[in-house]
């Protein structure tokens, strides 16, 4: 019979082997997007008064983002 304190947790793949994540989009300070990686893209998707959305990607991932405005 089994026990929780015999029960051991094994993280896959470990942590050891995860390489450090990439910085691959900058928000500038005047609220723009600017992409740091070649194979990533930036587009709005809508913007008026007050409020602008967009997203970044590269085809593995997709980041959506929303923005106001005073």
Known sequence: ???VANTALRLVPPLEALEEPAVV???LADGTI???T???R???T???PGWTS???SNGEW???WERRSA
């Open 1 to 3: 019979m089994s026990t």
């Open 25 to 27: 989009a900058e928000i």
């Open 34 to 36: 600017r992409t740091r």
């Open 38 to 40: 070649p194979e990533a």
């Open 42 to 44: 930036s587009r709005v």
């Open 46 to 48: 809508e913007s008026r």
């Open 54 to 56: 967009g997203v970044v």
């Open 62 to 64: 997709i980041m959506c």
